[in-house]
Nanobody
Framework: QVQLVQSGGGLVQPGGSMRLSCAASRLPFIDHTMAWFRQAPGKEREFVAA????????LAGDSVKGRFTFSVDSAKNTLYLEVNRLKPEDTAVYYC????????????????WGQGTQVTVAS
């Protein structure tokens, strides 16, 4: 059973940056996609961004377009997401997820999930 363990997040001031990590156990990097979703109170889970681990292609949702950076540490099977210029509306529980195959943006297409981490953007 593949597991994803998240870390990072917390309280961040508006305009600041956050870095989230997602460590995978026994996840083959070939032909896999790793993605980030977020869910604010009372709202549906929303696609944030994803990376295809084979070729490095990325896709960003409108909410973070132009404000995010992906990095991957293959030796540690860990994916990092950095989001800059944070806004109060970025406040949510952030989840990493993994699937075999190409990038998709619907949560139901991802069978493997991290535990979630709270990000609160407030002064």
């Amino acid at each position: 059973q593949v597991q994803l363990v998240q870390s990072g997040g917390g309280l961040v001031q508006p305009g600041g940056s956050m870095r989230l990590s997602c460590a995978a156990s026994r996840l083959p990097f070939i032909d896999h996609t790793m993605a980030w979703f977020r869910q604010a109170p009372g709202k549906e889970r929303e696609f944030v961004a994803a990376i295809g681990l084979d070729g490095g292609s990325t896709l960003a949702g409108d909410s973070v377009k132009g404000r995010f950076t992906f990095s991957v540490d293959s030796a540690k099977n860990t994916l990092y997401l950095e989001v800059n210029r944070l806004k109060p509306e970025d406040t949510a529980v952030y989840y990493c997820a993994a699937r075999a195959g190409a990038i998709l943006v619907t949560p139901d297409d991802y069978p493997t999930w991290g535990q979630g981490t709270q990000v609160t953007v407030a002064s």
